[in-house]
């Protein structure tokens, strides 16, 4: 099939350091390519892919360092350009929200939608009611609750590529957050759930400027305490060292989370992973086999004893039956061939 992956212009694909939605698409796009489709991808120029490249801005825009800039201008333009090679792709694939809905509302039986965000916001049902012919997918059916009637086509759980993660059979006694540092991820929890259970605890996290306050008063202080290391942001090439030698991945996030890639990069690594009952963790996470899932810090403590009873190599083989990129890939491929088999028996 030709396919078009429309990739937001935050992070470069993949990213350099933090970001989900981005290094999703390039591992999609790349997996695509191995199984023999045309993918042209729409993304900022320093992208890395298998597939075409058009690229739409010169950098990602979070790393640009220039002091003025607008992302509403940026992605308007990737769109229009998107549009003007429509009639190149079987399918477009936009990861971009919903800003294409008023542009390609004519095409919307071509295009495939994945919603990578948190749904429960106030202004999103009126438009997806406004918008109904555009085919959705959800990374986690638990993200689907907020809008239960929007159109969706099917859930797609994320995938990686598993060369880019090292298996570690060994673990070397600390506990690992990696992610970002929010309210919503809890790090405080994580300090917490370490020193009840006795461990170090290594934070390898980025700061968001809309985070900034929330980290220099509740988080900052936290990382003074003896068991604690703070690294900042790291990359890809970083990770597999990182969450490889960690006991467990503790994601003890408190916001209904739509899926959670680093529970999957943990895995990858062989590393269990120890999770908040919430948004989409219990999708993600096997209790008892990749991990477990808790309600409380006690609960969590407890876990983190029982993590290193669990079998690496089980873990690690789930994740590639599970969520490795192909896999992703193929699900997609079944999606878009039936996309693409209805609108062609409409047209007809």
Not at 22 to 46: M, N
Not at 152 to 175: I, K
Not at 297 to 322: G, N, S, Y
């Amino acid at each position: 099939m030709r396919i078009a992956q429309v990739a937001p212009l935050y992070e470069a694909v993949p990213p350099r350091l933090y970001g989900g939605t981005e290094r999703v698409v390039a591992h999609l796009t790349d997996a695509l390519v191995r199984l023999g489709h045309e993918v042209t991808l729409f993304a900022s120029a320093e992208a890395q892919t298998l597939g075409l490249l058009a690229p739409v801005r010169d950098q990602a825009i979070r790393l640009d360092p220039a002091p003025l800039k607008s992302d509403l201008a940026a992605h308007l333009f990737q769109l229009a350009e998107v549009r003007r090679l429509a009639d190149r792709f079987d399918v477009i694939h936009f990861h971009t929200d919903m800003i294409h809905f008023p542009m390609f509302e004519d095409m919307a039986q071509k295009t495939l939608t994945t919603l990578h965000g948190r749904l429960d916001l106030k202004d999103l049902p009126p438009v997806y009611r406004r918008w109904p012919q555009f085919p959705l997918i959800s990374i986690s059916d638990d993200q689907r609750k907020p809008l239960a009637f929007a159109s969706w086509a099917a859930t797609v759980h994320h995938g990686m590529c598993p060369d880019l993660y090292e298996f570690s059979p060994r673990s070397e006694g600390y506990l690992a957050f990696l992610g970002r540092i929010s309210p919503e991820k809890r790090p405080d929890r994580a300090v917490a759930i370490a020193e009840a259970a006795g461990r170090p605890l290594c934070i390898a996290a980025k700061v968001d400027d809309a985070d900034r306050a929330y980290f220099e008063d509740r988080i900052e202080p936290l990382l003074a305490r003896p068991h604690v290391n703070y690294v900042g942001e790291i990359g890809d090439r970083e990770k597999s060292a990182f969450l490889g030698g960690a006991d467990a991945l503790l994601f003890p996030i408190d916001w209904p989370e739509p899926f959670g890639l680093v529970m999957v990069e943990a895995m990858a690594c062989g590393t269990p992973v120890i999770a908040w009952d919430c948004g989409s963790a219990p999708e993600v996470v096997e209790p008892g086999l990749t991990g477990f899932i808790v309600r409380s810090e006690a609960e969590a403590t407890e876990a983190v004893a029982r993590a290193r009873l669990l079998d690496r190599h089980a873990i690690r083989a789930r994740f590639e039956e599970r969520f490795s990129s192909l896999t992703m890939a193929r699900r997609y491929v079944e999606i878009y061939e039936r996309l693409n088999e209805e609108r062609l028996t409409e047209a007809a």
